[in-house]
């Protein structure tokens, strides 16, 4: 009985490598683009696996996935990586597009050997909504000095 279990849970690695559990280290930081896009940064580190990856033992994708609970998740599409990475700490990023509401993130990395890495970092990176009220203030301030600039070149010929 043992040894069919054993054998059970050989078979289910050898079909299901994504059972191996190996931890990618995902850090996620978060900016703006120029058009109100949100763009993750993710630093992924490859070293449970290897240092550095080499074209037989490599990083083949990353995901990223998001939340607004932390218990419910949406997985973005799966992201190719079209070149082998020269060093086992690399940077990604991802356009979420036009962020509304409070989001949280996490990624995943697949390795050509064992599979997907989990989820991380746990817990997961908030992902703020665009600060409409920052880009507000912003723009009032800027008619402001643009108003006063106008009003100092016209000065002299008031006068
Ligand atoms: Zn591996």
Request: charged letters at 10%.
């Amino acid at each position: 009985m043992v040894v069919v279990a054993a054998l059970l849970a050989m078979v289910i690695l050898v079909y299901h490598p994504s059972a191996y559990a190996w931890n990618s280290s995902p850090q996620i930081t978060n900016s703006l683009d120029g058009s109100g896009n949100t763009v993750l940064t993710i630093q992924f580190d490859f070293s449970q696996m290897s240092d550095p990856p080499t074209a037989s033992h490599h990083p083949t994708d990353f995901q990223v996935r998001t939340s607004t609970d932390g218990s419910s998740w949406t997985e973005q599409a799966v992201v190719h990586i079209t070149s082998i990475p020269a060093t086992t700490v690399f940077t990604v990023t991802y356009s979420l597009g036009k962020v509304t509401g409070d989001l949280q993130a996490q990624a995943r990395l697949n390795c050509n050997v064992h599979g997907w890495s989990s989820w991380g970092p746990d817990p997961a990176v908030p992902v703020p909504e665009f600060p409409f009220g920052m880009v507000t203030v912003t723009s009032l301030l800027l008619l402001v000095g643009s108003l006063l600039l106008v009003r100092g070149k016209r000065l002299p010929y008031s006068s």
